[in-house]
């Protein structure tokens, strides 16, 4: 009988060992990725693209013992994510860009790349896989293109175009696609404090399961939000803090039992005095001072040099699906690509470049305010573009029945003195819909008449916007 109650309670005590160990795994938050109506497949293009962008407008360092570093950390972390999240048509690829700022971006589909400065400043390899483990998530969870699923129809098709605006942190999205987009740029699209959570949590799982300390990750999101002047700040406006967000990190870090963490190892320590002796690195706008577009460039190209017929003045009615309908000149082509619509005459625009015609988007106005997101939208110009000034201030106007704002602005590109003229409205949601209109300073006067003509034949869908 002795021997009886001796072996249940052994049992009983095993039993309360698995329960124990049920229990601590429970307090494991549960993540889902988000709802996405696009494939994996087009998040392996979409990041293709993107990182093809990246690699032409940053300073990529070519340091072979700098990207076998990153490597290796970026590896020892792919190879620990949970089997729920493998995407097998995803390529991870891992790169250093060669500025100062603390920050590492991750695109749909794999590809990454890392600051050196993020190398630099990091207190242990930890810290270093804290945020590539954090954008890892972004990436293994998709939320790039579910961020994208929830646009507008006439969104979607500028966000196919501005993933990396969207994903890219650092001022990195402006750099990528700011002047392209007339403003869309990287305000177009920010994640969402829900989509930062999930990130870091699924990033603790990834980093614990790779044997780093998921503390590491909190104490680096510290540092980033004490770097008043070195990128921190803008990395979080892309990646907003969800709040509490050390609290969190370390409170999940307690679930995840990690035996005999990885802190610090000698490549990391090597890595670190090889970059060091290295030239100093510039600040992301050192770096893309010299590459900056002009506003009549929509993709990398040179300007047209063809002949530009006159606008015809006979107008030809455009619908674009139900979001809106406008009038342009006869001769004027509607100019196809993922991110605006433009039109433009033969001869007016070439491989990424028009010098000649009008551009039509859309942008989100947080604020709700018209000539506060009009602003947003001038500076965002003239951050692109040194010669460009505004010498008047707004004109009050109305766009299809609304209340809108229009101005003129100066730009000389490549040695061609240009005006620009911008028209903005809000739509009942409160975002901002605009045109930004092109043409150089000696045929203005030809012009400004058509433009105007164009922006009063505008009839917006609302409903579409909602």
């Keep these: 009988m002795n021997r009886l109650n001796h072996h249940d309670a ?9 329960l124990l160990a049920g229990t601590l795994l429970s307090a494991q938050t549960p993540i889902t990725a988000p709802s996405n109506k696009y494939t994996p497949a087009q998040d392996v293009e979409l990041g293709r693209k993107a990182a093809q962008e990246m690699r032409a407008q940053l300073p990529v360092l070519d340091d072979d013992e700098a990207k076998s570093y990153v490597e290796g950390v970026g590896r020892r972390l792919v190879g620990a994510i949970p089997r729920e999240f493998q995407h097998p048509e995803f390529h991870y690829t891992f790169e250093v860009v060669n500025v100062r700022e603390i920050n590492a971006s991750a695109l749909p589909g794999g590809p990454m790349f890392v600051n050196r400065g993020m190398i630099e400043t990091a207190k242990t390899e930890g810290e270093i896989a804290g945020v590539m483990a954090h954008e890892i998530s972004h990436v293994v969870l998709r939320h790039g293109t579910a961020q994208a699923s929830k646009a507008t129809p006439y969104e979607v098709g500028s966000v196919l175009g501005q993933i990396a605006g969207a994903i890219i942190g650092g001022g990195w999205g402006q750099v990528v696609s700011g002047a392209s987009q007339f403003g869309f740029g990287a305000a177009f699209l920010r994640f969402s404090r829900e989509f930062e959570k999930q990130a870091d949590i699924e990033g603790s799982h990834i980093m614990a399961a790779a044997g780093y300390d998921p503390r590491d990750m909190a104490n680096v999101f510290r ?5 008043g002047g070195s990128g ?7 990646h907003p803090n969800p709040g509490n967000r050390v609290e969190y990190i370390t409170q999940e870090a307690q679930s995840l039992r990690v035996q005999n963490p990885v802190t610090d190892t000698r490549a990391f320590q090597q890595v670190q005095a090889h970059l060091n002796r290295l030239p100093r690195a510039p600040t992301t706008e050192e770096a893309v001072k010299g590459s900056k577009r002009a506003p009549t460039t929509t993709r990398n190209g040179t300007r047209p040099s063809g002949r530009v017929e006159p606008p015809s003045g006979r107008l030809r009615t455009y619908e674009e699906g139900n979001l809106f309908e406008v009038s342009v000149p006869s001769n004027w082509r509607e ?5 605006t619509v433009t039109f433009a005459p033969d001869g007016g625009y070439g491989e990424g470049v028009f010098t000649h015609g009008i551009e039509l988007g859309l942008a989100r106005n947080e604020s709700h305010d018209l000539q506060g997101a009009t602003d947003e939208l001038v500076q965002s110009l003239a951050q692109q573009n040194q010669n460009l000034a505004r010498p008047s201030g707004y004109d009050r106007i109305t766009i299809d029945g609304r209340r809108g704002l229009r101005t003129t602005l100066n730009n000389t590109s490549e040695g061609v003195r ?13 975002n901002l819909f605009y045109a930004v209109a092109v043409a150089p300073d000696q045929e203005f006067g030809t012009y ?3 433009f105007e003509r164009i922006v009063d034949s505008l009839q917006i869908s609302d409903q579409t916007f909602r």
Excluded at 232 to 238: E, F, T, V
Excluded at 335 to 339: E, H, I, R
Excluded at 418 to 430: A, D, S
């Design 10 to 18: 052994r049992r009983s005590a095993a039993l309360a060992v698995v």
């Design 448 to 450: 400004r008449d058509v």
């Design 223 to 227: 540092t980033i939000e004490k770097e």
């Design 418 to 430: 240009e005006r620009i003229m911008v028209f903005t409205t809000t739509l009942r949601n409160g």
């Design 335 to 339: 100019l196809s690509n993922n991110n």
């Design 232 to 238: 921190g700040p803008q990395w979080l406006s892309d």
